[in-house]
């Protein structure tokens, strides 16, 4: 989980997750695949890296691999903007858009009072022409809520590049269980084509 701020009306409205509801039922690549292109016979150590080699290139380059239900949640509703974005692509569906009203009550929005545009990146909900995001219990934090399914529907369609670079991230940290240091002796956490390759794919670059 990370939080990122937003600004509405001069105050710092808060901004979280995804939250996972329904993780994802298998990884975007195979153990014998890493293990092949890491040339070991060490499935423990290398099941252990993949999990976490995916969780790293997701949240770099907002996207989810394998299909998920996850959540997000904001502070009160952007009403400048009028703008929700989704954090993971590609989105499949939006579950529900859920508000505290201003009397505490959780209450859904009806799905035909806004649009669901996954076209653009990130993904946005917009709220229909005429139709205003609703006010919101003041100080209550994550009074906004919306769930989704992100996740390409067959494991073929994941982009190669972006398995090369969690391949490429299982074998680096296979290899170095220690932070690798550059000749100049800075620390080199992650190897160039894995950063290359993130840089091709993240929410402003190359799709």
């Known amino acids: 989980m990370y939080i990122r701020a937003t600004?509405?009306?001069?105050?710092?409205a808060q901004k979280s997750g995804p939250h996972i509801v329904t993780a994802a039922?298998?990884?975007?690549?195979g153990t014998a695949e890493a293990m092949a292109y890491c040339q070991t016979d060490d499935a423990a150590t290398i099941n252990t890296l993949i999990p976490a080699?995916?969780?790293?290139?997701q949240r770099c380059v907002g996207q989810q691999f394998v299909s998920a239900t996850l959540v997000e949640t904001w502070d009160w509703f952007d009403y400048w903007q009028q703008i929700l974005t989704l954090d993971r692509r590609p989105v499949v569906s939006v579950s529900w858009v859920k508000y505290y009203d201003v009397n505490g009550t959780l209450t859904t929005i009806d799905s035909s009072n806004y649009h669901v545009d996954t076209y653009s990146r990130p993904v946005r909900i917009?709220?229909?022409?005429?139709?205003?995001?609703?006010?919101?219990?003041?100080?209550?934090?994550?009074?906004?809520?919306?769930?989704?399914?992100?996740?390409?529907?067959?494991?073929?369609?994941?982009?190669?590049?972006l398995k090369v670079a969690i391949k490429g991230l299982v074998k680096h940290w296979f290899d170095n269980r220690s932070p690798v240091l550059t000749s100049g002796g800075v620390p080199q956490n992650v190897p160039f084509q894995v950063e290359a390759i993130i840089a091709m794919y993240d929410q402003g670059g190359y799709r």
């Open 25 to 29: 039922t298998s990884d975007p690549i």
């Open 7 to 12: 600004q509405y009306r001069g105050c710092a």
């Open 53 to 57: 080699a995916t969780d790293y290139v």
């Open 126 to 161: 917009v709220p229909i022409t005429n139709y205003t995001w609703p006010n919101t219990q003041d100080g209550r934090p994550t009074s906004v809520q919306v769930q989704y399914v992100a996740g390409y529907s067959d494991l073929s369609l994941i982009p190669p590049p």
